[in-house]
């Protein structure tokens, strides 16, 4: 027997599942995390063992959406295997959640319903007789709060009881002495009304709410789904995120990883060195080259220099402060809030509002963000999301490269590249909606109240998400290293910057070993922009070279990802768009920086272009539209 956890998205069923299993899960507060279900185990009073599921959020089993449609799957594969449904019920809403429920009552397996939230119920003045409720179900309630472990212990012994009975009752169901008799509730449950009848009649029965006035967090929650002061909200809110996240990462790399390394790595490395005799291929693989004679950390290029000096000591200080501040975002259900905010903007880019997700999660690491673009219901939207998040969205490991590398010469030439790259952003969406057939669906979500977060379970989280980023940063920069040592040793990189010489010096005004970042952008953007490092450029070439490696494609852990996402055409495709993008915007910024084009040729021509393009795409739709008609 196993135990599956069904109910509506936000309803805090990660939370509980994370305290029946212990297993450390991502919680959080908008719908699409779990659309990947999560199994784990648990110990029962008895001491035996039995797997829990963590079903995807639904809101009934009429499925309308993939997680819906995974959710009715699974619970359909499993009706005849003897499993128990832990139906987490959010105590907040009761009668949009009781929907499921008596959906669930109509099956024959064992149910019991965690009423979760009830810590929050009773701050709202919501008050519900579980006796009562327990009668007319006719299964167990037990009240909960996943986040601070309150009732689990007595969920655990209603599981247990029901998994000791020998025979248990196959299903619950609506107690007789209620206004809609079982023979009555049976004949009609087909028909919707009928069933929200019968929710009506239930509500009436176990719940009252007691006047409350309304909190400065509920003034704040309205406030921040205002265009008006939703948008200074927003604002400042991301303000004061990639403040902390640089004030956080800049702290630990100056007071903790370059004391480290400096102390404890470089004296290990020299030594090492010298042992290895000063030079050699063995001394340049696993050291580097020397620069001024001693080990550079972020020039050498040798597995134990720069390939552990990048990813420990430069990337993951931001990488940290980045997931904290995602984090608290999440658990504080802002992120929700964001993405009623910019539903507009996204539908004029052909997405709705639910992208913003993706895209948010992509200023951390692009490999979640290209997994986040499942909560997007079409396949074309889901291909303009992977698009414009490749182009337009650095990670922070490659943020954390560029203000290292940029920043010293002033924040202006900060402002271009990313100014550049949310240009770029703009433009795809708009162009690509133009192009595509097909239209975004309206968003339809719902939207948690302010809490706050739980230390343990923000931990938790920002551990996972840490330990992943390390996982895949690490062998990926030892690779890319190794990757590129060959190269040279073999006499590759010499025959590759004869051949590209041309285009990278005429069109980018790069030199021609620019061409080994531009090979290592296929591995790791951020290692590749350290390498634009000892090549000595000029400020015009390193914002060219940033820009290029920025948008012109993703990773290899990204490109994994999108290619399983998309499939192998749509990435086809999506490629190419990044390459002519990349290298226009590349060679478009060289010209105006060397200025051989003034910068108002350059709009002009670029405003020009885009309207080009979608005037012939909606001369294609009407002709398409008239020969249909026809």
């Known amino acids: 027997m196993r135990i599956l956890l069904i109910g509506n998205p936000n309803v805090g069923k990660s939370a509980v599942f994370s305290r029946l299993t212990g297993t450390q899960v991502i919680i959080s507060n908008y719908s699409g995390t779990t659309v990947e279900f999560t199994k784990g185990s648990t110990v029962l009073r008895t001491g035996e063992t039995r797997e829990v599921i963590d079903v995807p959020g639904t809101y009934s089993l009429e499925p309308t959406c993939k997680a819906e449609e995974v959710a009715v799957s699974m619970l359909e594969s499993m009706l005849d295997e003897g499993d128990i449904i832990v139906n987490v019920v959010d105590a907040t809403h009761l009668e949009r959640n009781l929907y499921l429920t008596l959906q669930l009552l109509e099956r024959d397996i064992p149910v019991v319903v965690a009423l979760n939230l009830w810590d929050e119920a009773r701050h709202k003045g919501i008050s519900i007789d579980v006796d009562r409720l327990e009668n007319i179900l006719g299964v167990p309630v037990v009240p909960t709060s996943a986040l601070t472990g309150e009732g689990i212990d007595i969920l655990m012994d209603r599981i247990s009881g029901i998994m000791e009975d020998s025979d248990p009752e196959p299903r619950g169901g609506l107690d007789t002495a209620s206004q809609f008799s079982i023979e009555e509730y049976r004949s009609a449950r087909r028909f919707i009304n009928e069933r929200w009848s019968e929710i009506g009649r239930i509500i009436a029965e176990v719940q009252t709410i007691s006047h409350r006035h309304h909190t400065f967090i509920d003034r704040l929650e309205d406030a921040s789904i205002q265009p008006v002061t939703g948008l200074i909200i927003a604002i400042l809110v991301m303000y004061l995120a990639f403040k902390a996240v640089g004030f956080i990462g800049e702290g630990l790399i100056t007071y903790v990883f370059d004391p480290v390394f400096e102390g404890v790595v470089r004296p290990v490395v020299t030594k090492l060195g010298v042992v290895l005799g000063s030079e050699g291929f063995l001394h340049d693989l696993l050291i580097g080259h020397l620069v001024n004679g001693e080990v550079d950390f972020e020039a050498s290029m040798g597995l134990l220099t720069t390939g552990l000096y990048v990813p420990i000591a430069m990337v993951l200080p931001y990488v940290f402060a980045f997931y904290v501040a995602l984090s608290i975002l999440e658990d504080v259900g802002y992120l929700p809030r964001l993405a009623v905010l910019v539903d507009n903007l996204m539908h004029a880019l052909g997405m709705h509002g639910y992208a913003i997700i993706p895209m948010v999660l992509g200023f951390g690491c692009n490999v979640p963000a290209a997994l986040a673009t499942r909560i997007l219901e079409s396949r074309r939207e889901k291909f303009i999301c992977a698009t414009m998040l490749s182009i337009g969205i650095p990670c922070m490991a490659q943020t954390a490269m560029v203000v290292g590398l940029i920043g010293r010469y002033g924040w202006q030439y900060l402002a271009i590249i990313y100014g550049t790259l949310f240009i770029l952003w703009l433009m795809i969406g708009i162009v ?199």
């Not at 073999?490 to 590209?500: K, Q, W």
């Not at 055409?569 to 060289?590: Q, R, W």
């Not at 709009?603 to 909606?618: E, P, S, T």
């Open 432 to 630: 690509l909606n133009t192009i595509l057939p097909g239209s975004s669906p309206p968003l339809l979500m719902e939207i948690p109240p302010y809490r706050l977060p739980h230390p343990k379970v923000l931990g938790k989280k920002v551990w996972m998400r840490i330990r992943v980023f390390l996982a895949d940063a690490i062998p990926y920069v030892l690779l890319g290293v190794l990757f590129v040592n060959l190269l040279h040793v073999s006499g590759i990189i010499d025959s590759l910057s004869r051949v590209f010489a041309p285009f990278l010096t005429g069109f980018l005004g790069l030199p021609s070993e620019a061409i080994v970042a531009l090979l290592m952008g296929f591995l790791r953007k951020d290692v590749a922009v350290g390498m634009l490092s000892p090549l000595g450029l000029s400020i015009r070439q390193l914002v060219v070279a940033v820009i290029v490696l920025s948008a012109y494609f993703p990773c290899a852990a990204t490109f994994v990802v999108l290619l399983r996402e998309l499939g192998p055409f749509d990435m086809l495709k999506s490629t190419l768009i990044m390459l002519v993008v990349a290298f226009g915007a590349g060679g478009l910024t060289n010209l105006v920086m060397s200025k051989a084009v003034p910068v108002g040729y350059v709009i002009v021509g670029l405003i020009a272009l885009v309207a080009i393009i979608l005037l012939v795409a909606r001369a294609v739709r009407i002709t398409r539209t008239r020969k249909f008609e026809g």
